[in-house]
């Protein structure tokens, strides 16, 4: 039950974080937005990490696993959160946010065909009821 908690927290968390991006993003542009967000993030990070007293711990870091960490950064961290603060700024928050309610399809998939996770029924219902969802916004968009 504690990983569902976790994992509610944190949609609670993203569901909040797009007004405050959409708030900051005004006059400037999304790249600066994001970039100013990583400095303030690195800052947060680093700082707990350096309370924490872990500081050691991160020279037993693998290199294999320096190296997927590194490809998952360039996926969510840059390309994704930069396409994300472009597409709160120019659109509705609200239609982006459940847009990107389509990216547990992908991981979805992409547990299913290359970690071989289970999909169970509710899960192919559940992922089925996002791309009508998607689809219903995308039909319904009007950024003019």
Do not use: H, Q
């Not at 542009?29 to 800052?43: C, D, E, K, S």
């Not at 961290?77 to 709160?88: H, K, M, Q, R, S």
């Not at 065909?113 to 899960?123: A, D, F, Q, R, Y």
């Amino acid at each position: 039950m504690y990983p569902f908690f976790l994992a509610l927290f944190a949609a609670i968390c993203w569901g909040v974080a797009p007004l405050f991006g959409k708030l900051g993003l005004k006059g400037i542009y999304p790249m600066n937005g994001l970039a100013a967000r990583t400095v303030i993030t690195v800052f947060f990070v680093w700082g707990w990490f350096l309370a924490s007293g872990n500081l050691k711990s991160i020279t037993t870091i693998s290199l294999r696993a320096w190296i997927l960490l590194g490809i998952e950064a360039f996926f969510a961290t840059f390309v994704g959160d930069l396409a994300y603060y472009a597409a709160i700024k120019y659109g509705y928050m609200g239609e982006t946010a459940l847009i990107l309610a389509a990216s547990p399809l992908i991981t979805l998939w992409l547990g299913y065909m290359i970690l071989n996770e289970n999909i169970s029924l509710p899960k192919i219902i559940g992922a089925l009821l996002i791309v009508a969802g998607v689809v219903l916004i995308g039909l319904n968009t009007d950024y003019s």
